[in-house]
């Protein structure tokens, strides 16, 4: 029995179904432009290291440094114009810490292309840890966290530190 016999046999589909294969492409639509409009503006073929550096945090107040260790990256914060506590640190002992010298990036990979994945964001602002990818458009550091599904995250945008102090 095909679809078309057995929708005259069972008399059609009924409200819900019915709404639901109607919403069906647009949702597909909207995901398929989602994802080719992000993958498209990365920039190609980067040199794994691009990300290696001191970006300025979106709102100018602090700076953070991307650094390599073996194949894995990882971010800390340097510089913030306030002294921020990790109050909300899941840890109770780590809660009166200041946030500068804080590695919140841990072991993103690039990817052989154009984005450094896998790797982990903590959040001091709320004491989470999300999953996060990187890459860079347009000369900005893109950062994304996640908890789940990567439509379901926030991005970050960074501008590089153009005199940054060499550090060691």
């Known amino acids: 029995m095909n679809l078309e016999q057995w929708t005259q046999a069972s008399g059609g589909f ?4 019915r709404r639901a294969l109607r919403w069906r492409p647009w949702v597909l639509c909207l995901l398929g432009t989602l994802w080719m409009t992000s993958s498209a503006r990365a ?12 970006w300025w945090n979106p709102e100018r107040s602090g700076q953070i440094e991307i650094y390599r260790d073996g194949s894995h990256y990882f971010g800390k914060i340097v510089s913030r114009k306030d002294n921020v506590l990790d109050a909300k640190n899941p840890d109770p ?3 009166s810490r200041r946030v500068v010298g ?8 690039f990817d052989g292309k ?3 994945k896998g790797g982990k964001i903590y959040v001091f602002r709320t004491g ?4 996060g990818e990187l890459w860079i458009e347009d000369g900005t550091l893109v950062m994304r966290g996640f908890k789940g599904l990567w439509i379901f995250g926030k991005t970050f945008r960074m501008e590089r530190v153009l005199d940054a102090p060499e550090t060691g």
């Not at 009924?14 to 179904?17: F, Q, S, V, Y």
């Not at 989470?128 to 999953?131: A, E, I, L, M």
């Open 93 to 95: 002992t780590l809660r």
């Open 43 to 54: 920039e190609p073929n980067v040199p794994s290291d691009a990300v290696v550096g001191r």
């Open 102 to 109: 804080v590695v919140f990036l841990t072991d993103f990979q």
């Open 128 to 131: 989470d840890t999300v999953d």
């Open 114 to 116: 154009d984005r450094w």
């Open 14 to 17: 009924r409200g819900a179904e």
